[in-house]
């Protein structure tokens, strides 16, 4: 090897070097950093004994969509399971002497005792206000379901917003992929940046990544639509500020094409916004139907029937809807738990007759219990309310109730099945959150950076710049004694 080759292999190998030492140091500065993939400095050999270092990631392809997918999963049992909990403990905790289900058996109670001392004028205006507390209750309840549903509804508002904004970024860090890719420099921390990016989408919704010829990607939803390609698609969302019984909310688009509701052709399955849209329109919507048939079975319960005459039909007794004295039909129930109260006609509050609970006739005298008549103890009337109250009625099997059951054993069903939501929410977001975990575990064992196998690199790396550095040293001896012997 002649003197000249020598010191070219040594000052390749001296750069060489520097540039694995210089892309060790960005492995450790990177170490903490959940988003940064190790890299990877190779050296290849050059035509003129020499070599250049190309530089890659570290990585698994496969492992990082499976990682995408479980944030996209655990972001929506976690929006599910925040709605859910809040309501239960609002308004379904049984234990809770607030709740509907804790105020029908107060009720319950204090109609029986009014029942059993039919002339105590007391007894029967403890069971009117139990019956007031119970239609508050029930109202209560109605609206704690439209401030959940509203905070849901802007959530996905927020969400969407969040994701625009994403892809705008993701559009810029795609581009910046794609150039370096083409002139051939170092992608890998663009590549980065754009992974980051792909990675906190994939919490607002469900997303695959599709990797494309020269660097470039492309998104679409885990329902199939397209997300982003050559640029980002409009996602767009109507928010709705003030929720009431049967309100629809407004569905997710990209490009027009809905993703959320009964109408899209291809739904979202992942991600916050499906976690909430769920929340908003199916467990929130469902529990309020619940509400609303315990309300209507109030109303039907207690009505008073024409007993003098030409029977005009029954008409609301102790509860009404909204006032009115005419009894809901079974298609006319929706936000009868928002409208529910006790009629005025027994409340001494605005005027009314706590006697009128025993003998009847809040409808006029035609609707009164001819058995009644003027006797003060007259105890038919409560008892048979009483009955009304726990009396089997058919129930819609779609309220997920059963098909029949008396009130109280309603309103528990109906704090029981909240719970049962509530709980397998939480089973299933504590199972996602372990997937994750998992996931991001196993990644990082693949492309996160090891501080112990970064610095035994590093030795070696100065051992070898050592070796290149005495070499130049030998050769420089070399042509130095050389001159001295020309001269």
Known sequence: MGLTLALNTARASLLANSNQIAVSARNVAGANDPGYSRKIATLVAGSAGGATVTITRAGDPALYARTLNASSDAARGDALLTGLTKLAQTVGDTEDPTAPAARLTTFQAALQAAANQPDNAQLARDAVESAKALAGSLSQAADAVHAVRAEADAGIAASVSRINDLLVRFDAANRAVTKTTALGGDATDALDDRDRILTALSQEIGVHAVAREGGDMALYTDGGVTLFERGPRAVTFSATSVFAAGTVGGGVRIDGVPVTGAASPMPLHSGRIAGLVALRDGAAVQYEAQLDALAGGLIDAFAESDAVGINSGPRAGLFTAGGSGILPTAAGRTGLAASISVNAAVDPARGGSVALLRSGGINGSDYADPAAGGDAAYAGRLRGLLTALSAAQPVDPALGLGTSAGLPDLAAASAGWLE????????????????????????????????????????????????????????????????????
Do not use: P, W
């Not at 070499?471 to 042509?479: A, E, F, K, Y």
């Open 420 to 487: 049962a939501q509530r709980k397998d929410a939480s089973t299933d977001a504590s199972y996602q959150k372990t997937l994750l975990t998992r996931a991001n575990e196993a990644l990082s064992n693949v492309a996160g950076v090891n501080g112990d196998d970064e610095t035994a690199l590093a030795l070696q790396l100065e051992r070898s710049y050592s070796a290149s550095a005495k070499l130049i040293s030998v050769v420089n001896d070399l042509l130095k004694t050389l001159l001295d012997a020309v001269r």
